[in-house]
């Protein structure tokens, strides 16, 4: 069973950037896809990017395009969010998720407008952007 682990979480001002990481342990990330999600009280968990497997895919929300970049080290089992610019909207707590590995279409396409279908998720870390 994929276990993942966030890191890198914390509390930055208007502009500032934060690198998160996701460790990945008890398989391959040559054979996962990879996805960031972020939830705010009262809201639903959304998709924030996502990296295929293979590296071929990736996706980013609007709200986050030419802010965020996602990125893996598949030595070091590691997937990085690197957030730029970042804005008080960006609050909230993150998490990284993999799909299973039968969940061929959303492993290839990094699909993640159905949160339910992703099943392997770590703990989460705390992003606050406040002055």
């Known amino acids: 069973q994929l276990q993942l682990v966030e890191s890198g979480g914390g509390l930055v001002p208007p502009g500032g950037s934060l690198k998160l990481s996701c460790a990945a342990s008890?398989?391959?990330?040559?054979?996962?896809?990879i996805g960031w999600f972020r939830q705010v009280p009262g809201k639903d968990r959304e998709g924030v990017s996502c990296?295929?497997?293979?590296?071929?895919?990736?996706y980013y929300t609007d709200s986050v395009k030419g802010r965020f970049t996602i990125s893996k080290d598949n030595a070091k089992s590691t997937v990085y969010l690197q957030m730029n610019d970042l804005k008080p909207e960006d609050t909230g707590v993150y998490y990284c998720?993999?799909?299973?590995?039968?969940?061929?279409?959303?492993?290839?396409?990094?699909?993640?407008?159905?949160?339910?279908?992703?099943?392997?998720w770590g703990q989460g870390v705390q992003v606050t952007v406040s002055s």
């Open positions: 990296i295929s497997a293979s590296g071929a895919s990736i």
């Open positions: 008890g398989g391959s990330l040559h054979a996962y896809t």
């Open positions: 998720a993999a799909p299973p590995p039968y969940a061929t279409y959303l492993q290839a396409t990094c699909y993640m407008g159905r949160v339910d279908q992703w099943d392997a």
